[in-house]
């Protein structure tokens, strides 16, 4: 049974909820649901822990997260383990991305913001100078798509620069966040600096509208998002948002069409298509795309299917397979549920699948699925590629595949999204600007960035007399 971990405490409070296995349906784990009460607690809880946490010095906190990121890699397999209990996501995904990512997370805020100079401006007469503060109390949402990686990616930046944090991880993925409390307590970090309370959308509400709450941080839906929005917008509370995608991906005559299709079969199948980030739109140029559907069907249908997190995701995804096929669509590849003749044919797996033959506006190809899934269309120059890439509400993130150098920075300055990777997907560095445009988010984290998220400046200015000369 997961308790929620509040000022260093586990707290065995609230109704209780199960979590299943999608690979098999099965229950796993059992759960506390945070109630008004709870939410309350956890949020003093921070509150009282954060005026000690803000008073350390900023290599003081670099330090602490340093010895998390330790304690994560002493704990290495009971997270992989929890990870994979929720999500179904497979082994090897969860050892060489989720986990060591939320090391790579601890250590990387650690050095940047030890490294952070703060601005001074000279003028004649006067010196201005800044100094950054902790916001106070973050409230950081979760999904449950990586978990892990994401609740580090929040609560590293958060904690270093001075704030105390309570995290509400996606009610399908309480089991690595439960761990890291544990994590947290063994590493003697002071209570209440990070605090994890478990629930529904319905937790997550109490907590973002709680008076002791000072920002938000959330990843997740773009329809979430605008409800926290409205939620926090009486209080004006600091948001960064990183929200729904409609990534395209774009395939140009003069790419290495092997790599291009590799590529095509990691962002679009990657953890079932379940990531943020995956291509569902795929622009190819008509010289090349016969071929290239013809490669990428052959190669969808090699890849190991994954399970979806959810019965409900799968019956959404399933529900866009028919809407394709109603609107006379093309499946390529994929297009229903594997039989495996095993323990996962009762868990929530779907195919991974190729589609084409569908319009600009039809749905498929306007609405965010979250899937295994792929739109092929062609074009005919790279104008026209870009205005179909363009053409969405979304605008988080895009591949393209050349071997043309001045088309990839050309291209890639003119596509409308936050992310754009070129001749790969997926390649990180922490101390980038991350995050997307239009209905993708609002705000960027990632180095710096977070940074300036997590704390606020004042500005100091002193006058500076003349000495008579
Ligand atoms: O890699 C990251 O830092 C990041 N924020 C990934 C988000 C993926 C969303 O599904």
Redesign the pocket.
């Known amino acids: 049974m997961l308790t929620h971990f509040i000022g260093g405490q586990p707290v065995a409070a609230g109704k209780v909820f199960p979590v299943h296995d999608p690979v098999t349906g099965a229950v796993v784990q059992q759960v506390h649901e945070a109630d008004p009460e709870v939410v309350d607690r956890a949020v003093r809880a921070a509150r009282e822990a954060a005026r000690d946490w803000a008073a350390l010095t900023v290599g003081e906190r670099a330090g602490w997260m340093r010895r998390l990121a330790e304690g994560v890699e002493a704990r290495f397999d009971d997270l992989v383990a929890a990870e994979v209990a929720d999500t179904g996501k497979p082994l090897d995904l969860t050892r060489t991305l989720d986990i060591p ?1 939320g090391i790579a997370n601890f250590r990387a805020f650690a050095e940047i913001a030890a490294q952070r100079p703060e601005d001074a401006f000279h003028l004649s007469g006067l010196l201005s100078y800044t100094v950054r503060r902790p916001l106070g109390v973050v409230a950081a949402i979760v ?1 449950w ?2 978990p892990f ?2 609740m580090t ?1 929040k609560l590293a930046p958060a904690l270093v620069s001075g704030n105390t944090v309570v995290v509400k991880p996606s009610e399908q993925t309480p089991s690595s966040a439960a761990v890291f409390a544990e994590i947290c307590a063994e590493a003697g970090l002071p209570p209440g600096v990070v605090n994890i309370i478990f629930g529904y959308g319905a937790s997550g509400q109490l907590l973002v509208e709680h008076p002791g709450v000072d920002a938000v941080t959330f ?1 997740g839906s773009t329809q979430t998002g605008a409800a926290i929005m409205r939620t926090v917008a009486d209080r004006v509370k600091p948001i960064s948002f ?1 929200l729904g995608g409609k990534n395209a991906g774009l395939v140009f005559e003069d790419c290495q069409i092997d790599k291009a299709v590799e590529g095509t079969v990691k962002s679009a199948f990657t953890n079932g298509g379940q ?3 995956c291509t569902e739109r795929l622009y190819v140029h008509r010289s090349i795309f016969e071929d290239f559907c013809a490669r990428l069907a052959v190669r969808a249908q090699e890849v190991e299917p994954q399970p979806m997190i959810s019965a409900e995701h799968r019956e959404r995804v399933l529900s866009y397979f028919a809407l394709a096929r109603s609107e006379g669509a093309k499946v390529l590849a994929g297009g229903g549920v594997p039989v495996f003749g095993d323990h996962r044919d009762s868990g929530y797996f779907v195919e991974p699948t190729v589609v084409t033959g569908l319009s600009e506006w039809s749905r498929f190809n306007r609405e965010e699925i979250f899937g295994p899934v792929c739109h092929v269309t062609p074009f005919d120059s790279e104008a026209e590629a870009l205005d179909l890439a363009n053409g969405s509400d979304y605008g988080l993130a895009a591949t393209l595949w050349t071997t043309n150098l001045d088309r990839a920075h050309r291209v890639a300055q003119r596509l409308e999204a936050g992310l754009v990777w070129v001749n790969t997907w997926y390649l ?1 560095d ?1 101390r980038t600007p ?1 995050g997307g445009m239009k209905l993708s988010g609002i705000g960027r ?2 180095g710096a960035r977070s940074l300036d998220f997590y704390s606020e400046p004042t500005t100091i200015t002193i006058k500076l007399e003349q000495p008579d000369v």
């Open positions: 990512r999904p798509n990586l990686l994401l990616w990843t990183e990531v943020c980030l990180r922490l991350f984290e990632g």
